[in-house]
């Protein structure tokens, strides 16, 4: 047993493969305990066992394999990769383990496939276990059978799929083996419980002896509905609910829900086999059924009879069949024949179902005229042949042919027509039943109650009824107006009888009380069959079915009633048909109509009606006028009045006021009573009469107008027109003809009778008055708004010189949408009651203007001789044949459906040996679909498809011919008719690579457009998949392109699903490409609008509807389907741009599907830019870039557009002809704003398709291209978007060509488009392209690009030169030697506006010159400073700036300081540098405020309370030394004060505006607009207003301090105060900003940059110290950056810093105060790190280091005169590594290549050398807390001690205990000495500490408060305050500087104090207030910073006090900032009484 110990110490695994049994069963029991074991499915473990489990079931060791068997089992319950064995282990159980002889063995084997099939592997399982079926040892064929039934029984029909069982019972039944047969007849018994009697067809032909077995069997299944009683993973909820029922108690209420899943689930049909017959026929079947002889004919329908029998049949071509049969049941002499063919037409319908629905229609008018046989057997042949019929196409496709069956005058035809159609409307359901449909039904059925023969009148009622009981009531009472009572009580009374298939019972039930099953087969047959047509019904909602053409049958098209609801009577008055009543009034006689006029009118009014003076008249008249409009509606007897009117003289009236009076009365009566046609038609001569009469003819057209509106348009418009040319006057005829395109307009085209109206514009067009013409022509362009294109076919016969006209107003109408109707609406509303009135809008405006063409019968010309010409042998004879055809269709332009054989014999030529004879059968059937329009869909299955079958054809040409035609066919029927059923799966089944890649090619293009698909469509995704892995490439690729459209209808989960029977390694590529599918699928398009856009007028017409129906369906303007406050708002915008209403467009026969134009223009495809521009990185496609466009870059836009742009605007946007350019313009306009996101997704598409425009040679595309780009840039800055590189690289060089057009007007509109682009690309990275421009071989191009650099540098300063500022410029220079002068003007020009900006450092910059260039420049620059210019000033801090505005992280794209600003902003500032340029001064205009921002102290006055305007909560210092008294201050109207209360809509323009205003050139304008922000961010509710603003407001504030600093301070004439106010202003509003985290964050690393740069370049103005209160300022600003550096972004503000510092280093302009100054910002940043570090992005920070390191490698820094940059650096790296630790290289993923700079290196010494010694740290830490300064005295540690003192002055919390440690260490030791500290610092530290020890000595020896001379601002007050109190006063305060404490709370008390109306008061009679301003005396404050931080908390406090103010007292006591205030005396005006005003607001307040 030696080798025993051996096995034991392998792992499991390894037993379990032992070759020793006992090792495996001790590795199977191990392996069990250890399944049982593992909690986590996922496992790593589970996949050791993955290739053992197979050889754990299939051990050759019985023992080892029972348990082998138990650990399997465990190992599928437990495992999630267990589904991975499936397939082997199932097989290896039914060949090893069900043929073992132990019971445990099957046992468990069982167990194992039933726990398989739990884990969702059924499929698997059972198709290993059918074919262990097919094994040779019954044992195991019994153990799979008890298998199947087992799992059956558990698991559910559901889940194991029948039919294939189904299909192997029968052979089980005949095996030789009892047990085996025993077995089967318990599964089909298990299976008869699931389907009940579905199954007896498949079992019908087995053993009697056993199915009578069965049968019995059969019986005692119990009735209940089975039960699943085991659940599959993904069902546990199911699970749950089925414990949950059996622990209640069994399933007493669990029954209902799953019973209605179970039974109808499984159609027996499904279960059986498809037959194939068409091969069995008789060879000589077609001979013999032509025979003469009868028995010959009976003998060959006999055979049929047999063959279709079968229950089932394969699909084939059946045509020659059933063409045979047709003609026996309709021409055959022996009616017994006659029945025993119309029995196999039933079973091929029956056997055949949806399949047989394209022989339908040929079949049904032979069938219904044969009804005219008596005999039973013959009638109920044909019920049954015709019923089956039915059921195989829908009652739409036949409704034609029935329709033309019922005007029969034999009645037993009339009788049996009705009869079929009362049992097919028992099939319908009301969305299958349409209006459309039961109009002409019931229109037919109407004649046929009133028959004379009973039997016809008894089919008519229950037909009738049948309709009532199916679609209701309020459907079909409309059609049922003037039926009397007693016929509307028999049609009720049929409805209650009839039992609907659909009714409340399932399908079977109802089928079978129907009494009549169809055809000898089971009921359940028809009533799936039914089941199909339902489902079919309700995937396409609405009224999907198309309209019928009412032709033969159908009421007249005129006057339709537009949508008459279930009203009846008179308040539904003038919304009638011709059915309706009430419309005719009986003509009443003249004596009559005088009575009843009488009644109303006074009587000296009809006395004066024919008085023979005009003023009675005239006086009658105006009576007459009164009268009617004072009448009720009621009571007004409308046909008397105008009858009145017409007497005597009538409308031969002379004059003409009392003929205008008249018309006047008329138009009166037809608005306010129920005028009829009867009273219409008195007045309407009269009327057409006076319509060309220059005085009167507009109230006769507003009367004609007001009956139209009466008696509806279609109506009227007949007569008018009617009568118009029955007169001779051309006058009339025109304006007639005027009116009606007028009145078209306005009414909407629903109902009109084109074709009359085209007879009579016929007439007109050949009128010998031009003006008559002219009207005709105006009249068809309105037309043609609703018809569209088909309406010219009706005029081709015009000639040339009159169609040339018509075409041009056709060309004019082209790209407009019809206008929404506006008139003839709002009855129809009310009466039909909202949503429904919108309903039957819909449908009732029925039939499309293509029914309305004439169209001709051609039937009688496809003779049998032409039929078999085309048949011929011989090519040339064929081809004569179709010779004639082409020349039948192209006679008759429009046909009717009628085409007698032509579709068989056609289609044998689609198949032609001969190509040239299938390219004329293409173009044929191409011509075929145009002409037949519409109803070409009854011949899809049998033309269409075999057209596809071309599309396998070798040559190109030939399948470019079949793909024209089959897209003819699909733009006039459609894509329902293509993909219902299996002829196009069958298709892309056959293996021809170029038919798949056509029809998929096809598909893919047609699929995105539909919004609904038949569900056959799940038929090709199969031969999808196998084409996914064709041999050929672009079948693969087509496949691939095609998938995300099968997708987005099908799903994913279903196209997942259907890929589990494919090979495992296919499935896997499949499923990786359906993920990828997944990603790209486009959304569906959006709900159909019922507005059909014709965007180039198709052929859709007019249909209108209800406005409310306009609001619902808006949605689907803005393209994805958003959340619906979008969708509200788009509601405005489509009704206007859509302006014809039509039907749901898919309803409409000839809207091609794939024209359908309302849905979105861009179809957003996620993450699809973002894949285009990897692909272009990738370089798998071509980058933009190209001097002319090849047409490789064309195919590949158009390849990248294919999947996110809309088909039909993709065909405009590449159409070889320019004016489908503009129309494509033209739409992209107008869905602009409706589709942001669209547009957004596709930008690079759309800019790049506007570059190849840029290379057109025409005008108008170009302008307007143009004129888009415009509209798309202030769009895209609205939504603040940024343009990628990607995107901005392949359009702006195209637009730069474009700058250089000769067309003054391109190149104006090409640079305002550059000057938008700005708002959205940084202006920086703009130069370099625009840099470009200026190298053109183009002058003109080079001196625009110069001029708009120059605009550039002047907008946003140096910063935007790049690569530097020296490079650019010098660029720029050698222009100024360029030959051509307007070049050298724009050099000059730029080069001059350089200077203005810079000063003359440009010259350095510019490098050396030619003398000659050199000297203009020098002229140049001397005539500009003729003119009083700002005199350039030194300018330290302008630095060539690297600009880097958009923070290198392109995923954080926060805003750059150039784009966000607002445009205002910019041209603002550009012309204040214009203005300044030129005038020398400022212009001092007072701003007109808008009215938001003024204070209107009436309405405060007079209200008491409701204002809220509380006092703002003031600072108070409460210091007991200091206080001053303030004096009382003045009330003075403040005209600029920002209600931001009252700014509900606009706050965000209203904001953009003031910002815009504090860049202003004018210091007041700015001072007051920085008020106004000031009070918006110190109000927490309002501070958010700004959020969003931030950039721009900082941008607008830096330019401020630049123009101050560049401008201002250099201006003699200006009052220095005046600076130093704005200053304050400025400084103060950006600490409030600052105060505020949430917004001071916004601040974006640009903008951080230049403000810094700003702010200490402020900071160093040598000119400040000047001034008196420039300190003040100086200390103010200090605070401030102290403020940025803390609020910030921290990311940012860092980031700015390092950029600042690297430019600071490499400017050579820069002063080393200004990197000094930096560098301590840095410090300050470093210091804050430990609390901010998790805030910080370090990878950024990191790119930035390393680029500066890049820049200034270790030894350039160590050349730098101070050491101070290489000490900053490391100090930062150093806090960085110590704060991460290792971690910190982590953070280095944005840098590219790190090798460029020494950073990681660095790093990792750092990270090392801290490693090492963080064991010394601890104790030195330590040792510095104890450390105080008494300890500390010895004289040793002196410099120790004084370090740890400046450290703490240093830091913001410390620096008071410091200063103070420092003052009592100076005490102490009087002799130590502080310079050495003090000369490594700055001049402010210094100053600092200094002013700091003086105040702790005044404090110390009570010196508390200092008199002092006079501040600054009594001059100041003085030059602002204006003479009269009346006056705009623009002083919004004070400087801040009069006190050395916090500036900004005294700035902003002043601004309050103004903003309340309050001036900062008078001085002569006051006292002057102690300053604590004054330059000798020592400050009382420490710092600006102390101050803030020790005073805060005292802040809050001043409220009380403040709104406390006695006005009358003369000295109170305000916050502790004392000033001295003055204003001239002259400025007493109002005071007293705005003293007065004032109390009363305060009183009123308290």
């Not at 040929?362 to 042949?385: D, G, N, R, S």
Request: with cysteine.
């Amino acid at each position: 047993m030696g080798d025993d110990s051996e096995w034991m110490k392998l792992p499991i695994d390894q037993k379990c493969e032992h070759k020793l049994w006992k090792a495996r069963l001790n590795g199977y029991e191990e392996a069990l305990k250890l399944f049982q074991k593992i909690d986590d499915e996922k496992s790593p473990e589970w996949s050791k066992y993955l290739g053992l489990i197979k050889k754990f079931v299939t051990d050759s060791n019985a023992v080892a394999q029972l348990k082998g068997l138990e650990a399997a089992l465990a190992y599928v319950e437990n495992a999630h990769v267990a589904g991975k064995t499936t397939g082997e282990v199932a097989s290896g159980v039914v060949n090893k383990v069900f043929n073992q002889p132990k019971a445990r063995a099957k046992e468990l084997g069982l167990d194992i496939c039933l726990m398989y099939i739990e884990i969702e592997k059924g499929e698997a399982v059972q198709e290993e276990l059918l074919k262990g079926l097919d094994n040779k040892n019954p044992k195991i064929i019994v153990a799979c059978i008890e298998t199947l039934r087992k799992a059956l029984s558990e698991f559910g029909s559901k889940i194991i799929s029948l039919k294939p069982i189904i299909k192997v019972l029968p052979k089980l039944f005949e095996s030789r083996e009892k047990a085996v047969r025993d077995e089967a007849k318990l599964l089909a018994v298990e299976i008869y419980r699931w389907i009940r009697d579905a199954l007896r067809p498949p079992l019908q032909n087995i053993n009697s002896v056993q199915l009578k077995e069965l049968e019995e069997e059969w019986v005692k299944v119990s009735s209940a509905a089975p039960k699943q009683t085991r659940f599959l993973r993904s069902q546990q909820e199911l699970k749950a609910k089925f414990e949950q029922q059996q622990a209640a108690g069994g399933d007493a209420d669990g029954g209902g829900d799953d019973e209605e899943e179970a039974v109808p689930q499984v159609d027996a049909y499904e279960l059986l086999e498809a037959v194939e017959i068409l091969s069995k026929l008789p060879k000589d079947f077609y001979e013999k059924i032509e025979a003469k002889k009868w028995q010959e004919r009976k003998e060959a329908l006999e055979a049929v009879e047999l063959l279709v029998k079968n229950p089932k049949l394969e699909s084939g071509d059946y045509a020659d069949l059933v063409k045979v049969l047709k003609k026996v049941v309709g021409k055959d002499t022996n009616v017994m024949l006659v029945a025993l063919a119309a029995k196999c037409l039933a079973g091929l319908a029956t056997g055949l179902r949806k399949k047989f629905g394209q022989y339908a229609g040929h079949v049904v008018p032979t069938i219904l005229e044969k009804f005219k046989e008596k005999k039973p057997q013959v009638v109920q042949a044909l019920q049954e042949a015709i019923d089956a019929i039915f059921l195989t196409t829908t009652l739409q496709n036949i409704s034609e042919d029935v329709l033309a069956v019922m005007d029969n005058k034999n009645p037993t035809i009339k009788q049996q027509t009705s009869l079929f159609i009362a049992r097919s409307f028992r099939h319908c359901t009301p969305s299958t039943l349409p209006k459309s449909l039961l109009k002409p039904f019931c229109a037919a059925l109407l004649k046929h109650i009133n028959d004379s023969a009973p039997e016809v009148r008894d089919a008519g009622f229950e037909a009738l009824g049948t309709a009532l009981k199916v679609a209701g009531e309020k459907a079909v009472n409309p059609f049922l107006a003037d039926v009397d009572k007693l016929k509307l009580d028999r049609i009720k009374e049929c409805a209650e009888k009839v039992e609907l298939v659909y009714g409340k019972k399932t399908g079977g039930a109802a089928e079978k009380k129907e009494g009549r099953p169809v055809s000898g087969k089971t009921p359940a047959l028809s009533g799936s069959g039914g089941d199909k047509e339902t489902k079919d019904a309700a995937t396409k909602p609405g009224p999907q079915k198309k309209a019928p053409a009412v032709k033969s049958g159908g009421p007249p098209k005129k006057s339709k009633p537009a949508g008459a609801a279930g009203v009846v009577g008179a308040g539904a008055k003038g919304k009638k048909g011709p059915e309706t009543k009430e419309i005719f009034e009986a003509e009443l006689s003249i004596e009559v109509c005088e009575e009843k006029a009488a009644a109303v009118l006074p009587a000296s009014c009809i006395q004066q009606l024919d008085s023979g003076n005009w003023k009675e008249r005239l006086a009658c008249m105006e009576e007459f006028q009164k009268a009617v409009e004072l009448m009720e509606r009621s009571e007004m007897p409308c046909q008397a009045l105008v009858r009145m009117l017409a007497k005597k003289p009538g409308w031969k009236e002379t004059n003409f006021q009392v003929m205008q009076m008249k018309l006047h009365i008329v138009a009166l009566i037809a608005q306010k009573g129920n005028f009829s046609k009867t009273s219409a038609q008195v007045v309407l001569d009269g009327l057409v009469d006076k319509v060309g009469d220059v005085k009167c003819g507009s109230n006769a057209k507003e009367a004609m107008t007001a009956i139209a509106e009466a008696c509806q348009l279609p109506w009227t418009a007949e007569q008018v027109v009617a009568t118009a040319f029955s007169q001779k006057n051309p006058k009339n005829q025109s304006e007639t003809l005027n009116w009606l395109s007028n009145a078209i307009k306005e009414f909407g085209f629903s109902g009109l009778n084109v074709k009359a109206f085209i007879s009579n514009v016929k007439t007109a067009l050949a009128a010998t008055n031009p003006a008559v013409r002219t009207s005709a022509i105006t009249l068809l362009g309105v037309m043609y708004l609703y018809v569209g294109p088909p309406l010219r076919m009706f005029f081709e016969d015009e000639k040339p010189a009159l169609l040339s006209q018509i075409d041009a107003e056709f060309e004019k109408m082209q790209g407009q949408t019809a206008p929404a109707p506006t008139r003839g609406i709002s009855r129809n509303s009310v009466a039909g009651g909202g949503d429904d009135a919108e309903e039957e809008e819909q449908e009732d405006v029925g039939n499309d203007v293509v029914d309305l063409l004439p169209r001709t019968d051609i039937g009688e010309k496809i003779t049998a001789e032409l039929v078999s010409k085309i048949g011929d042998k011989n090519w040339k004879i064929r081809k004569e044949g179709l010779d004639e055809v082409t020349s039948i269709i192209n006679d008759a332009k429009f046909i009717q459906p009628n085409i007698g054989e032509l579709p068989a014999a056609l289609k044998g030529r689609l198949n032609d040996s001969n190509k040239i004879l299938v390219q004329q059968t293409l173009s044929i059937l191409q011509q075929l679909a145009t002409a037949m329009g519409p109803n070409i869909k009854q011949h899809v299955k049998n033309l269409g498809i075999p057209v596809i079958t071309v599309l396998g054809d070798s040559k190109n040409n030939v399948r470019a011919a079949a793909l024209a035609t089959v897209n003819a066919w699909a733009e006039q029927t459609g894509m329902k008719e293509w993909l219902e059923g299996e002829d196009l799966s069958e298709e892309l089944k056959k293996e021809n690579p170029f038919l798949r890649q056509e029809l998929l090619g096809w598909l893919a293009e047609k699929l995105p457009t539909l919004r609904s698909v038949p569900s056959d469509l799940l038929l090709c995704v199969p031969h999808l998949y196998s084409c996914l892995e064709d041999r050929n490439g672009d079948v693969r690729k087509k496949a691939q392109d095609a998938l995300p459209f099968f997708m987005m209808h099908l799903g994913f989960e279903k196209m997942a699903k259907a890929t589990s029977k494919l090979k495992p390694t296919s499935k896997d590529q499949v499923l990786a490409m359906l993920e990828k599918a997944k990603a790209n699928m486009p959304a569906k398009p959006a709900a159909p609008a019922k507005a059909s856009c014709r965007g180039a007028g198709g052929t859709a017409p007019a249909k209108f509807q209800p406005a409310s129906a306009l609001a619902e369906d808006s949605g689907s303007s803005s393209a994805e389907s958003k959340p619906d406050p979008k969708r509200a708002k788009a509601g405005g915008a489509s009704s206007k741009a859509k302006g014809v209403q039509g039907k749901k467009v898919l309803s409409k026969p000839t809207l091609k599907e794939d024209d359908d134009k309302s849905g979105p223009i861009f179809i957003i495809v996620p993450n699809g830019k973002e894949q285009r521009m990897k692909d272009e990185k990738g370089l798998k496609v071509l980058k933009w870039n190209f001097t002319t466009p090849r047409d490789e870059y064309i195919d590949q836009l158009k390849t990248q557009m294919s999947s996110c742009v809309a088909k039909w605007l993709q065909d405009e946007m590449f159409h070889a002809d320019f004016q489908h350019h503009n129309k494509a313009l033209a739409v992209m306009i107008e869905h602009l704003e409706n589709e942001k996101d669209g547009v957004i997704s596709c930008l690079d598409l759309i800019l790049k398709w506007l570059t190849l425009r840029f290379f057109d040679t025409n005008t108008s595309v170009l302008m307007k291209a143009l004129e888009y780009l415009k509209l798309l840039f202030n769009l895209l800055s609205q939504e603040e978007y940024h343009l990628t590189e990607n995107e901005a690289s392949s359009f702006i060089p195209y637009l730069i060509l474009k700058v250089g057009e000769p067309k003054d007007v391109i190149r104006r509109d090409v640079r305002a488009i550059l000057n938008r682009m700005c708002l959205i690309y940084p202006a920086s990275k703009m130069f370099t392209f625009i840099m470009e421009g200026t190298k053109s071989k183009n002058s003109k191009q080079r001196a625009e690009c110069l001029e708009e650099l120059g605009c550039l540098v002047e907008s946003y300063g140096m910063n935007v030169c790049q690569p530097t500022p020296g490079k650019a410029l010098k660029e720029m220079a050698t222009h100024i030697g360029d030959r051509d002068n307007t070049v050298r003007n724009a050099a000059l020009n730029t080069i001059v506006t350089v200077y203005n900006v810079h000063g003359d450092q440009v010259f350095k910059l510019i490098g050396n010159l030619s003398e000659k260039d050199m000297s203009m420049l020098e002229e140049r620059i001397k005539r500009s400073a003729k003119r009083p210019s700002a005199a350039p000033v030194r300018q330290a801090e302008e630095k060539p700036l690297r600009a880097q505005n958009i923070s290198t992280n392109a995923s954080m794209l926060r805003k750059g300081p150039a784009e966000d600003m607002s445009s205002k902003l910019k041209i603002m500032y550009r012309t204040y540098r214009i203005q300044n340029r030129n005038m020398g001064g400022h212009s001092e205009t007072a701003h007109t405020v808008p009215r938001e921002f003024q204070l209107d102290l009436d309405e405060i006055e007079n209200d008491n309370g409701t204002v809220r305007c509380e006092m703002p909560a003031l600072v108070q210092h409460k210091l007991d030394d200091i206080f001053e008294p303030v004096l009382i201050p003045e009330p003075k109207i403040r005209a600029v004060s920002p209600h931001f209360d009252d700014m509900h809509s606009n706050t965000a323009s209203t904001i953009n505006f003031v910002i815009s205003q504090v860049a202003s050139g004018d210091i007041n304008t700015s001072i007051q607009a920085l008020a106004q922000i000031d009070e918006v961010l110190r109000q927490e509710d309002k501070a958010e207003a700004m959020s969003g603003h931030i950039d721009q407001f900082l941008i607008a504030t830096f330019m401020q301090l630049r123009l101050i600093y560049n401008t201002h301070m250099a201006d003699e004439k200006l009052d220095k105060d005046e600076i130093v106010k704005l200053y304050s202003c400025i400084i103060g509003s950006m600490i409030s900003l600052f105060q505020i985290e949430s917004l001071a964050r916004e601040a974006s690393t640009g903008v951080l940059k230049d403000l810094m740069h700003g702010l200490i370049t402020l900071m160093l103005d040598s000119r400040l110290e000047d001034l008196e209160e420039g300190e003040q300022v100086i200390r103010s600003v200090n605070l401030l950056v102290v403020k940025v550096l803390e609020k910030s972004d921290q990311t940012n503000i860092l980031s700015a810093l390092l950029v600042l510092l690297q430019d600071s280093l490499l400017a050579t302009a820069s002063s080393p105060k200004f990197s000094e100054l930096v560098m301590k910002c840095l410090w300050r940043m470093v210091r804050l790190l430990p609390e901010t570090i998790n805030s910080i992005n370090l990878d950024r920070i990191l790119l930035d280091i390393h680029i500066f390191m890049k820049v200034f490698p270790k030894e350039k820094l160590k050349q730098c005169k101070s050491e101070f940059p290489i000490r900053t650096l490391k100090t930062l790296l150093h806090t960085l590594c110590k704060l991460k630790g290792p971690k910190i290289l982590d953070h280095l993923t944005m840098i590219d290549n790190k090798n460029e700079s020494e950073l990681e290196a660095h790093l990792c010494r750092v990270v090392k050398h801290s490693m090492d010694q963080s064991g010394n740290k601890a104790d030195k830490d330590t040792e510095k807390g104890a450390s105080r300064i008494e300890e500390k005295a010895s004289k040793a540690k002196v410099n120790d001690i004084l370090a740890e003192i400046f450290k703490k002055i240093g830091s913001k919390e410390n620096t008071k205990e410091g200063l103070a440690e420092l003052y009592e260490y100076k005490k102490k030791y009087s002799d130590a000495d502080i310079e050495p500290f003090l000369k490594n610092s700055s001049q402010f530290f210094q100053s600092y500490v200094e002013r700091g020890l003086r105040l702790i000595e005044t404090e110390r020896e009570g010196k508390g408060r200092i008199a002092a001379s006079t501040g600054i601002s009594s001059q100041m007050e003085g030059t602002c305050v204006p003479a009269s109190t009346h006056t705009v006063s623009s002083s919004i305060g004070n400087s801040n500087g009069e006190e050395v404490g916090p500036s900004v709370y005294l700035e902003r008390l002043k601004i309050l104090r103004q903003r309340c109306g309050l001036d900062n008061a008078k001085q002569e009679d006051r006292p002057p207030l102690t300053s604590l301003l004054s330059k000798p005396a020592l400050p009382t404050v420490a710092s600006s910073t102390d101050m803030l931080h020790s005073k805060l908390s005292q802040l809050r406090e001043s409220r009380e006090q403040y709104q406390h103010l006695d006005l009358d007292s003369n000295q109170t006591h305000s916050s502790g900032i004392g000033t001295t205030l003055a204003s001239p005396s002259s400025a007493a005006a109002n005071i007293d009484d705005l003293k007065k005003r004032l109390e009363r607001i305060k009183s009123s307040r308290k």
